[in-house]
């Protein structure tokens, strides 16, 4: 992508309308309006020869050039100061002129199209982790949408101008995600994103939960995640939704309950999904236990339960690229 040239430009007019009428004395005098103020100042089609003489040659000229000098550089260097952000040194305008690269013709948002154009811009897969940060960032409250304020808000927060500038600033915040109260910021700042605001949902469907689980716990996945995503999948006429209580419970519940589950206990306020779950792995251990190991032949076999198949993992893969607008 080409850089953005911003220059400064001039009101409408540089010095304004100009208005002249004559006195009643001898000398007449123009008014001249800038953004600056109002100037009056001889008119040099004065019918004095000495006046005319002394503006061409004498101290009147270098006068009237200092007076009309202030008023000229008022109304250049006023667009000036909003050019550049205080203190990032981000220019408003390269935001702007990037937000309009990708914002939709009818609406003024980043919709689906311009998303996907904006990530292959970064290099990045619409359905990939870093993507869900930039968002979190940008504090977006629909997929596959940014307005104008989230944008421009968004960039200032990052503080990058450019797609390079955003580019480079991945690093530093997929470790700002790592963060134990960032990440408890991003992990519900998920839940809200994947919601249908225009539908008025208050609970995630179970397959955009499931894809967005795997999403958020991209960096630092816990060991229970897999079998959780298993059972949910497995039991879609018991679980339709996600609710957001459950979606922040699960959270504590991968870093309260150890992964033999040995630790939970239903006398505690967990949600009742919690205790399906549970007794459903327990009941799934202890039939792999009474099986026994399981011979591999020809490149297949398994445990059977610890990891999803194939192709499971390409029908989740596609969820998430269909919720994030992918290709």
């Known amino acids: 992508m080409g850089q953005c040239v911003t220059k400064c430009k001039n009101p409408t007019s540089s010095l304004g309308s100009k208005s002249g009428d004559k006195e009643s004395a001898s000398k007449s005098h123009k008014r001249v309006e800038s953004a600056g103020g109002v100037v009056h100042r001889e008119d040099s089609?004065?019918?004095?020869?000495?006046?005319?003489?002394?503006?061409?040659?004498?101290?009147?000229?270098?006068?009237?050039?200092?007076?009309e000098t202030p008023v000229i550089?008022?109304?250049?260097?006023?667009?000036?100061?909003?050019?550049?952000?205080?203190?990032?040194?981000l220019s408003m305008a390269h935001i702007e002129e990037l937000f309009s690269?990708?914002?939709?013709?009818?609406?003024?948002?980043?919709?689906e199209e311009g998303m996907e154009k904006f990530c292959d811009d970064l290099c990045v897969d619409p359905a990939e982790f870093r993507v869900l940060v930039l968002a979190w960032k940008f504090q977006a409250a629909t997929m596959c949408k940014f307005t104008r304020k989230e944008f421009v808000d968004g960039c200032k927060a990052i503080r990058a101008d450019s797609i390079k500038g955003i580019c480079s600033r991945f690093p530093c915040l997929l470790l700002e995600a790592r963060g134990e109260e960032n990440f408890k910021d991003l992990y519900r700042f998920t839940f809200q994103f994947g919601l249908d605001a225009d539908e008025g949902q208050r609970s995630l469907q179970?397959?955009?939960a499931i894809a967005l689980w795997r999403l958020v716990f991209t960096q630092d996945t816990p060991a229970i995640l897999e079998h959780w995503l298993d059972f949910l999948a497995e039991n879609p006429s018991g679980v339709r939704g996600i609710s957001r209580d459950t979606w922040n419970m699960f959270l504590n519940f991968t870093q309260a309950i150890g992964p033999d589950l040995s630790n939970y206990s239903e006398d505690e306020a967990w949600p009742s999904l919690f205790d399906t779950f549970v007794e459903w792995e327990l009941e799934r251990r202890k039939r792999e236990e009474?099986?026994?190991?399981?011979?591999?032949?020809?490149?297949?076999?398994?445990?059977?339960?610890d990891c999803p198949t194939t192709d499971r993992l390409d029908t989740e893969g596609s969820r998430g690229s269909q919720t994030w607008g992918g290709h």
């Open 206 to 208: 179970r397959d955009i």
């Open 101 to 111: 690269l990708y914002k939709d013709e009818l609406e003024d948002a980043i919709l």
């Open 45 to 67: 089609s004065a019918p004095s020869s000495k006046s005319t003489s002394e503006l061409l040659n004498g101290t009147k000229a270098l006068e009237a050039a200092a007076a």
């Open 73 to 89: 550089s008022a109304a250049m260097r006023e667009p000036c100061r909003d050019e550049r952000l205080d203190g990032d040194g």
């Open 290 to 305: 009474e099986r026994g190991p399981v011979t591999q032949e020809g490149g297949g076999g398994g445990t059977g339960g």
